[in-house]
């Protein structure tokens, strides 16, 4: 098992504590739950959290004012593609580099149970 692998009772708490935020507080929550995470690790994390609220429709990505239309393997595929290497990662602003590129090709919407949207 890795060690960025949360329970399903650190998942809710982590998604409970995440709720309505947008994307880049799933990056900096992961520092609460495990601290010790080297950047791949912690990439993956971020992945699997995302992973999960997309695939129980707790949230859906956007681009543009757009919601993505693909399969949730798609769409992670693709901000994986983006993602900047470690080298390149600023710590500090989720969104941008160190070279200061924007490189993040979604933003996150949260879906209520009651089909509101929640853009962020």
Same mark, same amino acid.
């Given at each position: 098992?890795? $060690?960025?692998?949360? $329970?399903d009772s650190?998942?809710?708490?982590f998604?409970a #504590?995440?709720e309505l ?19 791949d690790?912690r /990439?993956?994390?971020?992945? *699997?959290?995302?992973r $999960? ?6 949230? /859906?990505? #956007?681009? *543009?004012?757009?919601l ?5 393997? @798609?769409?992670?595929?693709?901000? @994986?593609? *983006?993602?900047?290497?470690?080298g390149?990662? =600023? =710590? ?6 160190? $070279? ?14 009651n089909?509101? @949207?929640?853009?962020?």
């Amino acid at each position: 098992m890795n $060690s960025f692998i949360l $329970s399903d009772s650190e998942l809710a708490e982590f998604v409970a #504590q995440i709720e309505l935020c947008g994307i880049n507080a799933i990056w900096y929550k992961t520092y609460e739950y495990r601290l010790e995470l080297k950047f791949d690790d912690r /990439k993956a994390m971020f992945l *699997a959290v995302l992973r $999960s609220l997309l695939e129980q429709g707790n949230a /859906k990505l #956007q681009t *543009a004012g757009q919601l993505l239309t693909t399969s949730v393997d @798609e769409q992670l595929m693709e901000l @994986e593609r *983006a993602w900047p290497p470690e080298g390149d990662w =600023d =710590d500090d602003i989720f969104w941008i580099t160190k $070279s200061r590129v924007g490189w993040t090709p979604s933003g996150l919407v949260w879906t209520a149970a009651n089909g509101t @949207e929640f853009w962020t």
